[in-house]
């Protein structure tokens, strides 16, 4: 299984950014896929998990900031960012759940935000 993240950057506080996952397991469309970060000297905390079924959860802090998507035909997840600012600035890493509970992670891109 490999996850790899791609769409990391270095933007000004109120721009965009658009991370993608592409993840080569045979059982994509059955994974919940999500979005973590951390943040240095700060734990790894859930961003964004979306389901088979398409529910969507986030974390408070980016709520109606971020929207999380995925194609399960492209078996790949996405994270669409706006609104960025300096806390939101982490190594992003990408993980998927299989329907039989198995996880795997990616190896996360750099996001950095800049005031």
């Known amino acids: 299984v490999q996850l790899q993240a791609s769409g990391g950057g270095s933007v000004q506080a109120g721009g965009s950014l658009r991370l993608s996952c592409a993840a080569a397991i045979s059982s994509f469309s059955d994974a919940i896929m999500a979005w973590h970060r951390q943040a240095p000297g700060k734990q790894r905390e859930l961003v964004a998990s979306?389901?088979?079924?398409?529910?969507?959860n986030y974390a408070d802090s980016v709520k109606d900031r971020f929207t999380i998507s995925r194609d399960n035909a492209k078996k790949t997840v996405y994270l669409q960012m706006n609104s960025l600012n300096p806390e939101d600035t982490a190594v992003y890493y990408c993980?998927?759940?299989?329907?039989?509970?198995?996880?795997?992670w990616g190896r996360g891109t750099q996001v950095t935000v800049s005031s």
């Open positions: 979306i389901a088979s079924s398409g529910s969507t």
């Open positions: 993980k998927a759940i299989t329907r039989f509970a198995y996880a795997y």
